[in-house]
């Protein structure tokens, strides 16, 4: 085989490799921004899971239960 068919042959891989390469690369980004939005919608289900309960006795406080530990800091846990 001559040396300008194997050339054209190594540079038509060399670029449907580059073509994958990217198409991989664009497939992770994909699959990380999708986990990332994931955990945020974790953390925003977690902390907007939390209620105010009724007192304990007639002039209790409210309290907050459920939620995150940093809403909890804020608010007494019954």
């Given amino acids: ?6 050339l054209e042959k190594q540079e038509t891989l060399r670029d449907w490799l580059r073509w ?3 198409q991989t690369e664009r497939t992770i980004r994909d699959l990380r921004a ?16 939390w209620r105010v309960a009724r007192p304990v006795r007639s002039k ?10 940093r ?4 608010w007494p846990v019954c």
């Fill in 1 to 6: 085989m001559p040396i300008a068919d194997r």
């Fill in 20 to 22: 994958q390469l990217d």
């Fill in 34 to 49: 999708q986990q990332e939005e994931e955990r945020r919608r974790e953390v925003a289900r977690r902390e907007f899971s």
């Fill in 60 to 69: 209790g406080t409210r309290c907050c239960t459920g939620g995150t530990a």
């Fill in 71 to 74: 809403m909890r800091r804020a």
